[in-house]
């Protein structure tokens, strides 16, 4: 058996906006008949942990919402272990309960956490949270994604937003999402495996491939979602393996 324990992306590898990548629920059963200890990660904005859950089980994949990891959690996490208590939130109003212990103040807050806005970024919105960074308010991006894919196609994901504050403001966001390492350690800690013995399973290169390398766990790359067969020659490691769909993740892991 080539692993102790999974940690495994949602959109794209799992799920996509149009329904279930097939096969996926036979692949996450075949874990669990396994003994294989897995969590899903995934650096969304648009949902929180109870709703993907729910979303989780309409594809056939049980799993309790704290077994699921967020880039909002781990950024709410990171505000609350600094002291933050005012923020501004540019991500869809759904996260927001995961940031309840906040005070919502886009005139005066203390960080601008940046996700996906999608279709609601606008003008002013960016240029609110230009005028609060240049106050002080330190930029935080939940994620950094360059693009996603929908099922209808690739659209632009928060990572260009983000860029654009870093450039007007000549600041470095603090990135919580993947690929930073800090997310992945929380998840490492929950599933109590050698990190060599972790598989980062995903459909984003940088995200999941080189992200899982870079917290010393082992990646496969599933070319669904937002794979790119280019993407692969900026890695300075290639994935251990890359499959069609996750469908194919058990037979990789010999179960």
């Given at each position: 058996?080539?692993?102790?324990?999974?940690?495994?992306?949602?959109?794209?590898?799992?799920?996509?906006?149009?329904?279930?990548?097939?096969?996926?629920?036979?692949?996450?059963?075949?874990?669990?008949?396994?003994?294989?200890?897995?969590?899903?990660?995934?650096?969304?904005?648009?949902?929180?942990?109870?709703?993907?859950?729910?979303?989780?089980?309409?594809?056939?994949?049980?799993?309790?919402?704290?077994?699921?990891?967020?880039?909002?959690?781990?950024?709410?996490?990171?505000?609350?272990?600094r002291g933050v208590t005012r923020v501004s939130?540019?991500?869809?109003?759904a996260s927001f309960e995961e940031f309840s212990?906040?005070?919502?103040?886009?005139?005066?807050?203390?960080?601008?956490?940046?996700?996906?806005?999608?279709?609601?970024?606008?003008?002013?919105?960016?240029?609110?949270?230009?005028?609060?960074?240049?106050?002080?308010?330190?930029?935080?991006?939940?994620?950094?994604?360059?693009?996603?894919?929908?099922?209808?196609?690739?659209?632009?994901?928060?990572?260009?937003?983000?860029?654009?504050?870093?450039?007007?403001?000549?600041?470095?966001?603090?990135?919580?999402?993947?690929?930073?390492?800090?997310?992945?350690?929380?998840?490492?800690?929950?599933?109590?495996?050698?990190?060599?013995?972790?598989?980062?399973?995903?459909?984003?290169?940088?995200?999941?491939?080189?992200?899982?390398?870079?917290?010393?766990?082992?990646?496969?790359?599933?070319?669904?979602?937002?794979?790119?067969?280019?993407?692969?020659?900026?890695?300075?490691?290639?994935?251990?393996?890359?499959?069609?769909?996750?469908?194919?993740?058990?037979?990789?892991?010999?179960?």
């Amino acid at each position: 058996m080539r692993a102790a324990a999974c940690i495994i992306d949602i959109d794209g590898t799992v799920v996509t906006s149009t329904g279930p990548i097939p096969g996926a629920a036979g692949a996450i059963a075949a874990l669990e008949r396994a003994g294989i200890r897995y969590v899903f990660a995934t650096n969304t904005t648009r949902h929180p942990r109870t709703v993907l859950a729910a979303r989780l089980a309409s594809a056939g994949i049980d799993v309790e919402p704290e077994r699921i990891w967020t880039a909002p959690v781990a950024a709410a996490r990171w505000l609350q272990a600094r002291g933050v208590t005012r923020v501004s939130l540019l991500l869809p109003s759904a996260s927001f309960e995961e940031f309840s212990g906040f005070e919502v103040d886009d005139e005066r807050p203390e960080a601008v956490v940046v996700g996906d806005l999608g279709r609601e970024w606008t003008f002013d919105r960016l240029n609110a949270a230009f005028l609060a960074l240049r106050a002080g308010a330190v930029l935080v991006a939940i994620q950094k994604n360059r693009c996603w894919n929908d099922g209808t196609g690739l659209k632009l994901d928060a990572g260009p937003f983000v860029a654009a504050l870093e450039y007007a403001t000549g600041r470095t966001a603090e990135l919580i999402g993947k690929p930073a390492a800090a997310f992945f350690e929380t998840a490492i800690s929950f599933l109590q495996a050698p990190r060599e013995r972790i598989v980062v399973v995903g459909d984003s290169v940088e995200n999941d491939v080189k992200g899982g390398h870079d917290a010393g766990c082992q990646a496969v790359a599933v070319r669904t979602g937002s794979f790119r067969e280019d993407d692969l020659a900026a890695l300075a490691r290639p994935p251990e393996a890359i499959l069609a769909t996750i469908a194919a993740l058990p037979d990789w892991l010999g179960i």
